[in-house]
Structure formats: structure tokens, C-alpha cells
């Protein structure tokens, strides 16, 4: 492939990001509409995470959280007979921190418990979609080394273009 044919460094960002808003358009339409509740692994656990958070008790220590009974009824259809601990203690807090402001604007929004989940699940949907232009190194980026040069061929690998010619001069 010619360099005159690879894309301008400029269009790479931009497309990322509009392929950042369709993964987030789709995985919010898949989180409100289509996935059932309580059918994401873990759901209730990282739920009740982000709830002690944003009711102020905290952030849930293994062995001692546990779930509230209203949600592990809303989860098991039935109440529990004894507390159930939030075995999803173990996780480090930033996810659970970051989508506090998505519960209490659902929370905000609704009263329903079962809206209130899939507003909270906006917030994998946007981590999601912001991760794509964030972490990928987009063409024109490379860092110390000049820029890079983003071809086609069979694995679509970018590679550094450094800024010297032969010998190293410039």
C-alpha cells in the first residue's frame, strides 16, 4: 500500500469516536430494551456495590457487606430467608465510584427499581464506548518516534514511521 493511499491522520480520531457513539447507541439499546434483568453476571452484587456508595455507607467490605432484601427479592423473585453477602466486594471501587452519578439520576428520574438498574447500566455503556477512542493509538499519534502510518495489508497493524531518512539524519 502507498503512503498516498493510507488515511489522513486527521480522519482517524473522528472516526473513532463516531464508532465510540454507535457502540454506545447500541449497548444502551441493548441495556434498556433487550437485556433482561438480572441477566448480566454479577448484576445484583455490582448493583448493590454502586447503591452502598451512593447512599453513603461506603465502600462494602467482603464478609460484611451484604445485599439488601428488597433487591435480593426483586433479583430471586422471593425474599431471602437470611442476608446475603456481596460477594462482589472483592472488585477495586473506580467502576462502582464512576457510575454513582448514573444511580442517582436514575434514582432521580424514577422510583421504579427495575428502571433504576437499567439507567445504571448507562454507565458500561458509555465506559465501554469511551474506551475505544481513548485506549486505541489512532494514526498520526506516535508519540516520540513520529508519526505512524496505519496499513491495510493482511493484519491492519499500525507501525511507526520515524522522522529521519537513511543514516539518521533529518
Not at 498516498?4 to 441493548?30: D, E, I, N, R, T
Not at 454502586?50 to 433487591?71: F, H, K
Request: with cysteine; charged share 15%.
Amino acid at each position: 500500500m502507498s503512503p498516498k493511499s493510507a488515511l489522513p491522520a486527521q480522519a482517524v480520531p473522528g472516526v473513532m469516536w463516531a464508532f465510540a457513539l454507535l457502540f454506545f447507541l447500541k449497548a444502551a439499546g441493548l441495556a434498556l430494551f433487550v437485556t433482561p434483568l438480572w441477566d448480566v453476571p454479577d448484576e445484583v452484587g455490582h448493583f448493590a456495590y454502586v447503591a452502598d456508595i451512593a447512599d453513603g455507607r461506603g465502600l462494602p467490605r467482603l464478609g460484611q457487606s451484604v445485599i439488601p432484601p428488597d433487591l435480593v427479592a426483586a433479583w430471586k423473585g422471593s425474599a431471602p430467608e437470611s442476608a446475603t453477602l456481596n460477594w462482589i466486594a472483592i472488585h477495586p471501587p473506580g467502576y462502582h465510584i464512576a457510575a454513582v452519578p448514573f444511580l442517582w439520576a436514575a434514582r432521580a428520574a424514577t422510583g421504579d427499581l427495575a428502571w433504576q438498574l437499567r439507567l445504571t447500566r448507562l454507565s458500561s455503556a458509555l465506559f465501554g464506548a469511551l474506551a475505544l477512542p481513548l485506549f486505541s493509538r489512532p494514526a498520526g499519534s506516535g508519540g516520540r518516534h513520529g508519526r505512524r502510518r496505519c496499513r491495510g495489508g493482511r493484519n491492519g497493524l499500525c507501525s511507526d514511521v520515524l522522522p529521519h531518512g537513511r543514516g539518521g539524519e533529518q
